[in-house]
C-alpha cells in the first residue's frame, strides 16, 4: 500500500520539477473545502496565493495549488 506524505512548505521548496495546479474559486468555496480536496494545509494555500485574510475569496479568483 502506498504512503501518503504531506508535504509541508520547506520540503515544497527543495521540490524540483514540481508541478502547479491552478484553480478557479467557485461559488460555495473556502479555503478550508479546497485544502481538504488538494491534501494541503490552509496556511500553505495562503502562503502560495498571497493571502492575507483566510475568509475572503473571490468566485473566479485564481489559486496555485503545488504539488
Known amino acids: 500500500m502506498d ?7 520547506d520540503m515544497m521548496e527543495e521540490v524540483t ?6 484553480y478557479t474559486v467557485q461559488p460555495g468555496d473556502s ?5 481538504k480536496k ?3 494545509t490552509i496556511d500553505q494555500l495562503m502562503k502560495w ?3 492575507k485574510d483566510a ?5 473566479g ?3 496555485k495549488i503545488k504539488f
Open 3 to 9: 504512503k501518503v506524505v504531506k508535504m509541508n512548505d
Open 31 to 35: 479555503l478550508e473545502r479546497i485544502a
Open 55 to 59: 475568509n475572503f475569496l473571490t468566485v
Open 17 to 22: 520539477g514540481g508541478s502547479v495546479l491552478p
Open 61 to 63: 479568483q485564481q489559486l
Open 49 to 51: 496565493n498571497n493571502i
Open 38 to 40: 488538494y491534501n494541503v
